[in-house]
Structure formats: structure tokens, C-alpha cells
């Protein structure tokens, strides 16, 4: 079979319904040998900064000599950025490989998987032949049913706790906790970095070994960098100040960092590999500087708590109204905060079609929705509802009076830029665009 033929079987299984548990899973998981059983896995779930941490943990290891294997999702540009060994992608050969082993067990079984735990299995298949010394997982929803609890793993990671996904994980940190916190398992040590009573006691049920770096960690002190876009961190660790340099722009980094400092230390790695590490780390989607004119801010944010976080990196860059948004939503998401919160800071949204994407909106639908509001003239006058994303980013540019464009609200929307921007679309010509 093909490879696009396999990715269209795969990329078909996006709709399947939750989970009641994974009792399948691990029947499956055991039949194809427990890969990567004997592993040492750090387990990543949490609302928000599991890729940024991922990414971390990823490139320490990589420059401080490990093999390590990194299993992330969702991708921007390929299938295959989501399954990585030592900083290379899956190749396609290897994708039809595991996926071939996978159906015939899927049909002796009789069962049917959806996209993230095929995806899932791929990799775990994968990463087991690659004999890697590193294992990074992140979770795709939750925890407690996510595909990747199949396993286990040394070390557990909590980024943090916020809304996201309710009407699938609940409608209180206590219930989203309890998720997430679900891939504590066998009392591993479990790090996270948030100070949130809801989280500390679902963390406590599960293991006596947890530590919160806000907590173990003085005089935590996070800077930013609006020269060069970077974060500076600085800490002291047992009497002694430490201060590391990030390539990446937001405080919310800072607790990231901590996060992925303590594991580096659980496997005794110096202070000067993880900054080694950390100096080559680039990370798609996170407030990257897409281009230098116009100026143009790539941001994967999508929910109210990652929106409150782009505009505090905003806010130290620009004043109110000097930013034009781009943006787009899912239907799973409750849009009417985010766009409140956007319009605190601009008086120009162009809301964009994700009709092409699982649960997504095109603008017109959006527009019927906001409509449907009490204060809908509020948000209608100063909305532009344009389904072509190229379009608006062209309308963006050639309106005067504004410093910056950011185009933001989910992975899909940014992938979905880049893809058009580089397949040489000619609405963006490179004479007209200054890239990093």
C-alpha cells in the first residue's frame, strides 16, 4: 500500500468517540510485543507547553549524547514530524512498515482505533527497533485514556492545568486534573511546574514522589528579551544561582524550562550540556517570528488561558491596537472569551476558514454565531470575515497604522498558513516578504 494511501486511511479515523477506557489499547499494545517495555519514558501531559517541553527534554538529551525519541503531536507541515529519533522524522517506509503490522492485528481483533492511537502505536514500534536510551511521549488529550498511558514511565510530567477540551475532560480543574494526572503510575516520581491546590491533590493520590519546581526552585526570576526574542532565567538550586539563556520568547517558557532543568538533573546532566542543549532549540508555532516585513508573529494559542499568555508577551512589545489578529476556531472550542480577550488589545480580527479541518469553522459560520450574541455589534465592528487566510494576511499588510500581524488561534490555522506559504503561492510573493 501506498504511503498516501496509508496517511489517507489514517488521517479518515480523526472522529472517533472517547474512550470509556483503554482495555483495547492494552490488549493491542501487548500483541505487538510491548514495545519499548523496557525503556526509560518521560510522560508528558497538560493543557498547554507540552510541545515547548517536549522540545526541551529533547534537545538536552540530544546534545548531552543521549539516543532519544520524541513522539509529539499535532504536526504543522508533515504526518511524519510527529515521530522522531535523534532530531530526524520518521521516514514514509517506515510508517507503511508499522502501520501494515498494526492493521493486520487491528483486523484479527476486530476493532477499530482512531488516528491518534494508530499514530501512537506507529511510533512506539518505531522508537522500540531505534533502541533508543530517551523516550518522550506527550499525551494528545488528557491522559488518563490517551493512547500513550500504555505504557509506563519513569518519569511523569504536569505542564500545567487549565479549560481546554471541557466538554470531553470535564468543567472543573479538579476533573481536568484528575485526567491529567492520570499517567502517574506505579508512584513514579511526577514533575510539574504549577501552583494549583486542584492539581497538587489528584498528584498526591497518585504518588508520594512529586515535586513542583515553582516550589523547589528560590527566587525564580524570568525575563524578557524584546531585542532578540529571548528569556533569561535565573534561580537558585541549593545555595547556588543559576542562570540559563532560552531561544524562545515568553515567561510561561521560564516554568517550562524548570520543568525539563529537574529531569536533566535526575540523569546527572551539567549545567553546560542543558544550556548547550537548549541554545539549538527552535519550536514552530510558539511565538515565532515568522517574517521581518511586515512583521508578522506565528502563535499556536487556542484557548483563554495560552491567549492570556500571548498577549502578555504582546503587551510587552506593543501597545494597545498596534497588532492585526488573524485568527480561527473549532467548534470544540468557546470562542466568545478568546475573541473578547483579542479585542481588549485590537481593533482588528480577520477571522479565517478551518472548514478543511476536523471540527472546524468556516468564517461565515462563525459569523452566524456571533450574531446569535447580545453584544454581537460589539464584536461585529471589528471583525473582518475572510475565508482565505492568504487574502487576509494580503488586506492585513496593506492597512496602515499597525506595528505587527499575528496569526493565531490553533495548530491548524498556522499549519495551514505555512503550507501555503510554502507551496509558492503566489498571493505572497517573496519580493514582498522579509523571512528569518
Known amino acids: 500500500m501506498k504511503i498516501e494511501k496509508i496517511l489517507e486511511e489514517i488521517f479518515s479515523l480523526r472522529n472517533k468517540n472517547r474512550r470509556e477506557n483503554i482495555d483495547d489499547l492494552k490488549k493491542i499494545y501487548k500483541l505487538l510485543g510491548e514495545p519499548c517495555k523496557n525503556k526509560k519514558i518521560i510522560h508528558i501531559a497538560g493543557t498547554n507547553g507540552k510541545g515547548s517541553t517536549s522540545t526541551f527534554l529533547e534537545n538536552i538529551f540530544f546534545y548531552s549524547g543521549y539516543s532519544v525519541c520524541k513522539f ?23 510508517v507503511q ?15 477499530k482505533i482512531n488516528f491518534f492511537e494508530i499514530t501512537t502505536f506507529i511510533a512506539l514500534l518505531f522508537f522500540e527497533d531505534e ?27 504536569i505542564t500545567n492545568v487549565s479549560f481546554d477540551h471541557t466538554a470531553i475532560l470535564g468543567n472543573t480543574l479538579k476533573e481536568i486534573a484528575f485526567e491529567k494526572a492520570g499517567i502517574i503510575k506505579n508512584g513514579q516520581l511526577c514533575v510539574y511546574s504549577q501552583n494549583l491546590i486542584e492539581l497538587e491533590n489528584e498528584i498526591d493520590k497518585k504518588t508520594k514522589k512529586s515535586i513542583n519546581v515553582l516550589k523547589k526552585y528560590k527566587n525564580i526570576d524570568i525575563k524578557l528579551n524584546k531585542k532578540n526574542f529571548t528569556t533569561t532565567v535565573k534561580f537558585e538550586d541549593d545555595g547556588k544561582i543559576k542562570q540559563f539563556e532560552l531561544p524562545l520568547f515568553g515567561k510561561f517558557q521560564g516554568n ?19 544550556q548547550n542543549g537548549i541554545s539549538h532549540l527552535k519550536l514552530p508555532g510558539r511565538f515565532e517570528i515568522f517574517s521581518k516585513k511586515p512583521f508578522t508573529i506565528l502563535d499556536v494559542a487556542h484557548n483563554e488561558d495560552s491567549i492570556k499568555v500571548l498577549f502578555e508577551n504582546l503587551s510587552f512589545l506593543y501597545r494597545k491596537n498596534e497588532v492585526i489578529f488573524i485568527t480561527s ?19 482588528k480580527i480577520f477571522v479565517t476558514s478551518l472548514k478543511d ?17 447580545k453584544n454581537k455589534d460589539i464584536f461585529l465592528e471589528n471583525i473582518v470575515f475572510e475565508d482565505d487566510i492568504l487574502v487576509a494576511y494580503e488586506k492585513a499588510k496593506e492597512m496602515g497604522n499597525y506595528k505587527a500581524i499575528v496569526i493565531c488561534g490553533s495548530f491548524y490555522e498556522i499549519a495551514k498558513f505555512k503550507k501555503l506559504f510554502e507551496n509558492g503561492n503566489k498571493k505572497i510573493g517573496k519580493s514582498k516578504i522579509s523571512v528569518f
Request: hydrophobic share 40%.
Open 131 to 157: 533502541n533508543a536510551e530517551v523516550i518522550i511521549l506527550e499525551t494528545g488529550l488528557g491522559g488518563r485514556l490517551d493512547a500513550t498511558n500504555v505504557v509506563n514511565s519513569v518519569i511523569s510530567v
Open 72 to 94: 509529539t503531536s499535532p504536526h504543522i507541515l508533515k504526518y511524519n514530524e510527529r515521530i522522531v529519533s535523534n532530531k530526524k522524522m520518521i521516514c514514509d517506509e517506515k
Open 256 to 274: 517550562n524550562f524548570l520543568v525539563c532543568y529537574e529531569i536533566a538533573k535526575q540523569f546527572e546532566i551539567s549545567d553546560k550540556e542543558i
Open 357 to 373: 479541518v476536523t471540527y472546524g469553522m468556516s468564517s461565515e459560520e462563525i459569523k452566524k454565531e456571533i450574531k446569535k450574541l
Open 329 to 347: 476556531m473549532l467548534k470544540t472550542k468557546d470562542f466568545v472569551p478568546i475573541f473578547q480577550k483579542i479585542q481588549k488589545f485590537s481593533n
Open 97 to 111: 512498515k508499522y502501520y501494515e503490522i498494526l492493521k493486520k492485528i487491528l483486523n484479527d481483533l476486530k476493532l
